[in-house]
């Protein structure tokens, strides 16, 4: 009996000795499969990183957060799921923002841009318009630049309608800060046509639901009439909901709405409400036209109609 229960005992103490060396084997290979993984995982982070700073472009110009989220699911197609791509992503986006490597901006979805030296340049100049008069040039030459061209408009007279003295204009709000009489002949439709497109420009210290009501005041002579407001790309919490109520109310009223960090620059503008086409009395429009444009330019208006 003893001899036996010494075998028995021997047994036990081999068994317990074998499941000990299998479960530190188990262990061990547990240990090389995370190693794997994780090292798996930081190499795709490193790639994603490097994706995501290859999609933003160089030149300072945005772009969507959902556009770089459908790059990196078209370059890791079968190798990640879309819902860790996705996750991942603003994970890797947030940490370079923090970094300071990229920055936030506007855009349906949200958008991001590099910081270069153009774009610090630019925003150096942005906060150089200390005041709403500052913006009135700039903003009038971008006008004629660029938004002419990119909304087609051909023939025009521009003119600054700000800071006219004691100008008659016909009452509160009645005098926008530009106005643009834009001429238009079409293919099948006999002579020609005018569109009055007013812009009431407010300065990124000093806006509210109030500019929306002034543009509104417009459509009284105008055929379509924008707000537009300068803004920075980060918004105080504040500042986000009245904006939120601004394109409401702009909507409601069929005014455009137009942002713009530095109104030297069309890249930093974006149009976020289109404007509508009013159809203002004539007698009203004609007035506004007679009353607020100078006589060079009323000449040239009526050039421009024969």
């Given at each position: 009996m003893s001899k036996s229960r010494v075998v028995y005992n021997g047994k036990c103490k081999d068994t317990n000795l074998q499941k000990s060396a299998i479960l530190e084997d188990l262990k061990e290979q547990n240990n090389q499969i995370t190693d794997t993984l994780i090292s798996d995982n930081e190499k795709d982070k490193q790639e994603l990183t490097k994706l995501i700073m290859n999609s933003v472009p160089d030149n300072g110009k945005k772009i969507g957060n959902t556009a770089i989220i459908r790059k990196l699911q078209e370059n890791f197609n079968?190798?990640?799921?879309?819902?860790?791509?996705?996750?991942?992503y603003w994970v890797i986006r947030n940490s370079l923002i923090e970094q300071g490597i990229i920055q936030k901006a506007r855009g349906k979805g949200g958008s991001v841009f590099k910081l270069t030296k153009t774009t610090e340049k630019m925003?150096?100049?942005?906060?150089?318009?200390?005041?709403?008069?500052?913006?009135?040039?700039?903003?009038?030459?971008?006008?004629?630049?660029?938004?002419?061209?990119d909304q087609s408009i051909l023939e025009y007279v521009l003119q600054l309608t700000a800071m006219q003295g004691a100008r008659q204009t016909g009452g509160k709000w009645t005098r926008p800060d530009l106005s643009m009489v834009a001429i238009s002949k079409y293919t099948y439709l006999p002579g020609k046509y005018i569109d009055v497109i007013t812009f009431e420009i407010k300065h990124l210290n000093n806006f509210d639901i109030t500019g929306v009501y002034e543009a509104a005041a417009h459509t009284s002579f105008?055929?379509?009439?924008?707000l537009s407001i300068q803004t920075s790309d980060e918004l105080e919490e504040s500042e986000t909901a009245t904006f939120d109520r601004i394109k409401v109310e702009c909507?409601?009223?069929?005014?455009?709405?137009?942002?713009?960090?530095?109104?030297?620059?069309?890249?930093?503008?974006?149009?976020?409400?289109?404007?509508?086409?009013?159809?203002?009395?004539?007698?009203?429009?004609?007035?506004?036209?007679?009353?607020?444009?100078?006589?060079?330019?009323?000449?040239?208006?009526?050039?421009?109609?024969?």
């Amino acid at each position: 009996m003893s001899k036996s229960r010494v075998v028995y005992n021997g047994k036990c103490k081999d068994t317990n000795l074998q499941k000990s060396a299998i479960l530190e084997d188990l262990k061990e290979q547990n240990n090389q499969i995370t190693d794997t993984l994780i090292s798996d995982n930081e190499k795709d982070k490193q790639e994603l990183t490097k994706l995501i700073m290859n999609s933003v472009p160089d030149n300072g110009k945005k772009i969507g957060n959902t556009a770089i989220i459908r790059k990196l699911q078209e370059n890791f197609n079968g190798r990640l799921e879309s819902s860790i791509i996705e996750s991942e992503y603003w994970v890797i986006r947030n940490s370079l923002i923090e970094q300071g490597i990229i920055q936030k901006a506007r855009g349906k979805g949200g958008s991001v841009f590099k910081l270069t030296k153009t774009t610090e340049k630019m925003e150096e100049n942005s906060a150089s318009y200390n005041k709403e008069s500052g913006l009135y040039k700039p903003f009038m030459d971008t006008l004629e630049k660029k938004f002419t061209k990119d909304q087609s408009i051909l023939e025009y007279v521009l003119q600054l309608t700000a800071m006219q003295g004691a100008r008659q204009t016909g009452g509160k709000w009645t005098r926008p800060d530009l106005s643009m009489v834009a001429i238009s002949k079409y293919t099948y439709l006999p002579g020609k046509y005018i569109d009055v497109i007013t812009f009431e420009i407010k300065h990124l210290n000093n806006f509210d639901i109030t500019g929306v009501y002034e543009a509104a005041a417009h459509t009284s002579f105008a055929n379509k009439s924008y707000l537009s407001i300068q803004t920075s790309d980060e918004l105080e919490e504040s500042e986000t909901a009245t904006f939120d109520r601004i394109k409401v109310e702009c909507r409601r009223f069929g005014i455009g709405l137009i942002v713009f960090n530095n109104p030297a620059e069309y890249d930093t503008w974006e149009i976020l409400v289109d404007a509508e086409r009013h159809n203002p009395d004539y007698a009203a429009t004609d007035f506004f036209i007679g009353s607020q444009f100078d006589e060079k330019k009323r000449v040239n208006i009526i050039s421009m109609l024969k």
